[in-house]
């Protein structure tokens, strides 16, 4: 999509007072306790300037750079999840009136209209596989389905990424390709800006906005197509659903159920997962009862527990449904695969596991290039 213009960057203020003018609270990156995440943006300078991260299996580390720049870095442990799929979240309440007799409330959902500036392309990739699950699946999401309507994504084409990233292998980027409002590509002196949707135009409209010249978006391009580049895990290929079922009793599953902790952290960082385990939290007066959901992860013991029996009573078979309803079930089920190359899930792995390892040794493959 052609450059819209280039937004000096002694004007990137103005990207957050137009926002705000249309009524939006803006969230950016930020950096809290040694890494980086979204909370509400004041003013640009508030975004990770002149800040680097240095990603390894079980490893992230946050360093001063010489950049001068507020993207220079890859993603931290969080992605748009718990922005629309809440951590924890009330469904319905119930009342129980002196008669005895009950009455259902649903939850209302919170409509609030949220600018998130930043979005790399692997998680509106992500978010494009909730919109399926939570939207577009027979039941719909009344919680997601408020929140997504009140959402507009500034994206940011990602030039840094980390030792774990290998989202050029799935296809989801480091080019931000659909799902945005508006994209910035950061140059040392501003952004290349581009429109996605109608509301993005109509932001930009509000913008003092230059000409973007030739050479910055050739130099802006160059950046991308150079981080796809340094890129250098990979998975073997975008299908793996067959290959990974065919090899359901391979010794690899218990090598790597040695190392795994079943801490579900992997599951957590995830932009994509979605596992929840739902409860009834009554009120000590015994008058009220709140039903809630809550992010669970398939490592736990409960999350597979039907009936006075737990389906997946050891840690081999809960990392193998992980890895193959991730890379295989998904495609049966949304058409693609679960996994959008974001590379979290080995970043945060308190053991360094890393799922491009695992499928390789899986398929008999060298992992890595
Ligand atoms: S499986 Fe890992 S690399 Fe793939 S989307 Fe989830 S956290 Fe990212
Ligand atoms: S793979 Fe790593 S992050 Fe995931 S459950 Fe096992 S130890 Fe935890």
């Given amino acids: 999509m052609p450059a819209t213009g280039f937004l000096p960057r002694s004007a990137f203020d103005r990207l957050i007072g137009a926002l705000v003018q249309a009524g939006y609270r803006c969230v950016g990156p930020q950096v809290r ?117 009140g959402l507009f994504l500034v994206a940011v084409h990602c030039t840094h990424p980390a030792d774990t990233c290998f989202c050029a292998s799935t296809g989801d980027g480091p080019r931000a390709t659909q799902g945005f409002d508006l994209a910035l590509s950061e140059q040392d002196d501003g952004f290349l800006v581009e429109a996605g949707s109608e509301a993005g135009e109509r932001i930009a409209a509000r913008l003092p906005l230059e000409s973007a010249s030739a050479a910055k978006s050739q130099a802006a391009d160059a950046e991308i197509d150079a981080a796809a580049r340094r890129q250098t895990r990979r998975l073997p290929s975008r299908d793996l659903r067959d290959a990974l079922f065919a090899r359901l009793e391979h010794p690899r599953w218990q090598a790597v159920a040695e190392r795994c902790l079943a801490c579900g952290n992997c599951t957590s960082v995830c932009p994509t997962c979605f596992c929840h385990r739902e409860q009834d939290e009554p009120a000590l007066n015994g008058n009220t009862s709140s039903h809630t959901r809550d992010w669970d992860s398939c490592f736990t013991q409960g999350h597979s527990y039907i009936h006075g029996l737990t389906v997946r009573a050891d840690t081999r078979t809960r990392y193998r449904q992980w890895l193959t309803h991730k890379l295989g079930g998904w495609h049966d089920q949304y058409g693609r695969s679960g996994c959008v190359g974001c590379g979290r899930c080995i970043s945060w792995c308190p053991v360094g596991i890393d799922l491009t390892e695992e499928v390789a040794a899986l398929l008999g493959e060298a992992a890595h290039g």
Avoid: M
Avoid at 74 to 90: D, I
Avoid at 114 to 130: E, F, M, P, S, W
């Fill in 33 to 149: 306790d040694g890494t980086i995440i979204y909370d509400t943006l004041q003013a640009t300078r508030d975004l990770p300037y002149a800040i680097r991260d240095q990603q390894q299996p079980g490893s992230y580390r946050l360093e001063d750079s010489d950049a001068a720049r507020c993207f220079a870095w890859a993603n931290g442990p969080q992605a748009l999840k718990p922005l629309l799929f809440r951590p924890h979240e009330v469904l319905w309440q119930a009342q129980r009136h002196a008669n005895g007799s009950l009455r259902f409330l649903p939850a209302t959902a919170d409509a609030e209209r949220v600018a998130v500036i930043g979005a790399r392309a692997c998680d509106l990739a992500a978010l494009r596989l909730h919109d399926q699950h939570f939207l577009e699946s027979t039941v719909v999401d009344p919680g997601y389905q408020a929140r997504r309507a």
